[in-house]
Every structure is written in C-alpha cells, then in structure tokens.
C-alpha cells in the first residue's frame, strides 16, 4: 500500500468520526436542555 | 529530511482541518435539516390565507389570540384548529406556533393560536386553573371574530404542546359539553394529565418523605390554585381538589378522539403520567393513539421517526374527524 493511500484511508476515517461526532455532540447538547437521554437526562 | 518532515506536518494539517470542516458541517445538517422534508411547513402568502394578530378576548394583558384564515372563503363552514403554546405554564407565546397555524391554515381549517396568563413575577396568582378557564372563555369569542370576518365554525380540534396539550386536553376532556361547537378531536405532545406525587419522580416527589410529600403538595397546590395539603394524598378528596387540572380524572366513553406523543425519558413532567392516560382512554374506548419515543426527553428529540409518525398521525386524525369538506 502506498503512502498516499494510507493517507486517503486517514483522512476518510477522520472525516466519518468528525461527521459522527458532529451529529452526537448536537444530540448531546438537545439532551442537556431538553431532558433527553443523555445520563438519564438528568441534567435539569 | 526537511521535505519529508514537511510533508508530514502538512499532512498533519490537512487532516485537522478535514476534523474541523466536517464536524462543522455535521453539526450544520442535524441543526437545519427538517426530517419532515417542509411536509408541515408551508410558504406563507395570501394564497395561502391571512393572519389577524393580538385579537382580544378578555380584560387580561394576555387574553389575546392570532387568527388564521385559510384564501377560500366561499365554503359554507369551517373546521376551527386550535393550538396552545407550551411553556412550562410560565413561559411561551402564541407567536412561536406561527409555522403549524400557517401549515393548518394551508389545509382549508381556520387556525387559531390563544395566548394565556402566564405565572411568572407579574402574576402570581395564575395558575393551570386559571389558565385553562381563559381558554374556555376565549372560545366563543375566537368563533364569533372568525364569523365576523366570514368564516362560520361549525365544529373544532384542539391540541398543544406540553402546558399546551394539558391546557388542550382540559378543555377537550373537562370542557367539551360547554364548546359553542362539537369538539372533535384533540393532539398534542407531552401535556401534564395527572398530578400523583408517585408519578412525579422527575422531581424526586416520589419518595415518601415529609420534604417530598410538601414540596408535592406545594407544586401542586400552585398548579391547581387551591391549597393542598400532604395528607391529602391517596384520598378522594385530593382527587377533587386536582380534578380540574387533571385531564385523566375527566375521561370517559364521551371523551373525543385523542392522540398524544410522549418522551419515555422526559424529566419536565412524568412519563408516568402518560401510563395513565392510555390506560384510562384504553379503558373506556376512547379512539386514540399513545406514540411513546423511546429515546427522546421532554423535547422528543431523538426519535425522528416516531416524531414523524405523530404528524402523520395529527394529519389522519384531521381527516377522520374533521375532513375538509
């Protein structure tokens, strides 16, 4: 495997866990004000 | 050595910004994206009708409602929606249901959005009592405003959000039989229904203590506007004393179709509560549907597709019991 396919296959890899991360962090942050799931939504 | 090291750190680079521009983006799309696709939403002209904001139906500072008038008015008779706000009964205003109104409005129904007293500083006197008897009291006046500019109701749904749907719920449960027309059917989503210390653990009121029993008996003392006390719970007359903030306590084989959508994990009110209420409908066969989210809190947030499902299930219920004719 060259070097720049190993650098593709990083880059792909980052670029689907920061999209993932993107949607949980909004999940989390409607959790908190909104009472979800997010530690048994006890945050309020 | 240096270009290889320099390859490297921009590398490095690319890979922190290709982080940052698509956790960005992410988080873009989950907050602009409608799962709905617009289906609820509509783009508001008058082709789609008119609005006439801040109409009066009492002597309150609050006691005001918005009316949506659908562009049609060569049908005999009209199916009036109403929608109550939420707002934890304390908070809210009939202008942030704007989008829904215009969306039934769209469907050929008269819409109307009521504004009530709220409980806050100003009022400490209003309570879910008093709320839901402004609501009574505005229904003539919002029929005869909507007569007036040419739009005879001859029957109505109700429903809301949270104080909203309980607010909604009183009115379709409890005062149903005094509506100057037939209440048809009535939606909402995560509305208080009963208040059962047990039930209320979102706020540890479960747990038999004296602290628990009076911190109950406070809040819903306030609720209901009357004193409660702790040793009340579990009576008869506790029952009495909540009745007229307890949607649960009025349902019977009268009660008008209902649909509701809860949070399993809602922390603002008891899901608890809900138990009840679909047993109570279930009971005494009452049409209706219970859409429980399973994932979701007070502001059904996790469960697109269940949320999806109660707006089909709003737009069915419309058509079954109050069709557009």
């Known amino acids: 495997m060259s070097i720049m396919t190993k650098r593709v296959i990083i880059l792909a890899v980052i670029a689907i866990v920061a999209f993932v991360l993107g949607r949980l962090a909004v999940r989390a942050f409607l959790n908190l004000l909104l009472g979800g799931t997010l530690f048994g939504g006890n945050f309020l | 050595m240096k270009t290889k090291g320099t390859h490297k750190m921009l590398w ?46 009492g002597e309150k500072d609050a006691n005001k409602f918005d009316l949506y008038l659908p562009a049609d008015n060569s049908r005999d008779t009209y199916g009036l929606v109403v929608y109550l706000h939420p707002g934890g009964f304390t908070s809210g205003d009939k202008s942030g249901d704007a989008e829904m109104m215009q969306w039934l409005c769209s469907k050929g129904y008269v819409g109307a959005s009521i504004n009530y007293t709220l409980r806050d500083e100003a009022h400490p006197e209003a309570s879910v009592y008093s709320q839901s008897m402004e609501i009574k009291e505005s229904m003539p006046f919002v029929i005869a405003e909507a007569e007036k500019l040419g739009y005879k109701i001859n029957e109505m749904s109700i429903g809301g959000g949270s104080a909203g749907h309980c607010l909604a719920m009183l009115y379709a449960y409890r005062d149903a ?4 027309v037939p209440v048809r059917m009535v939606f909402g989503a995560v509305g208080p229904s009963s208040f059962y210390p047990e039930d209320w ?76 209420l679909d047993a109570a409908l279930t009971k005494y066969g009452v049409p209706h549907d219970y859409i429980v989210m399973e994932h979701s809190g007070h502001g059904l947030q996790n469960d697109y597709k269940q949320y999806a499902l109660y707006m089909e299930k709003m737009e069915e219920y419309l058509d079954i019991y109050m069709p557009v004719k």
């Open chain 2, 12 to 57: 490095g680079l690319i890979y922190v910004i290709t982080f940052v521009v698509v956790f960005a983006v992410s988080v873009l799309l989950k907050l602009t994206i409608d799962p709905s696709g617009g289906k609820y939403s509509v783009e508001w002209s008058d082709a789609i009708g008119t609005v006439h904001t801040d109409l009066v139906y």
């Open chain 2, 177 to 180: 039989a005094d509506a100057p």
């Open chain 2, 201 to 276: 653990k979102c706020y540890g009121l479960d747990k038999d203590t004296e602290e628990s029993k009076a911190g109950a008996a406070e809040l819903f003392g306030v609720m209901a506007g009357k004193k409660i006390t702790s040793d009340m719970f579990g009576t008869p007359e506790y029952d009495e004393a909540v009745k007229d903030i307890s949607a649960l306590l009025w349902v019977d084989e009268n009660t008008v179709p209902s649909l509701m959508a809860y949070g399993k994990h809602d922390r603002i009110q008891p899901y608890e509560a809900s138990i009840r």
